[in-house]
């Protein structure tokens, strides 16, 4: 689950995409707490917050990624 969570975040940084949603499922609550446990490790992670109900409830968390530093055009 880590290593597809890591993977799915850098795509989306290296796309521009910098609020994502990530859909752990609802279930136990497992895959919601390894999730949200791993996100404050990530230094690509600004926030991240459960989503509401309308769009995932606790079955998705919101995160919102740092952008990438901007190129030197100069090389």
Avoid: N
């Avoid at 799915?8 to 940084?13: I, K, N, S, T, V």
């Avoid at 290296?14 to 949200?36: E, M, N, S």
């Avoid at 791993?38 to 995160?63: I, K, M, N």
Wanted: overall charge positive; charged content about 25%; hydrophobic content about 40%.
């Amino acid at each position: 689950m880590k290593p597809l969570v890591i993977e799915y975040l850098w795509a989306c940084r290296q796309k521009g995409l910098l609020d994502v949603r990530v859909i752990h499922g609802k279930g136990t609550g497992a895959l919601r707490r390894t999730v949200q446990a791993l996100l404050p490790t990530l230094e690509e992670v600004e926030s991240f917050r459960p989503a509401s109900e309308f769009d995932g409830g606790w079955g998705a968390t919101w995160v919102r990624l740092k952008p990438l530093p901007p190129q030197d055009s100069q090389k």
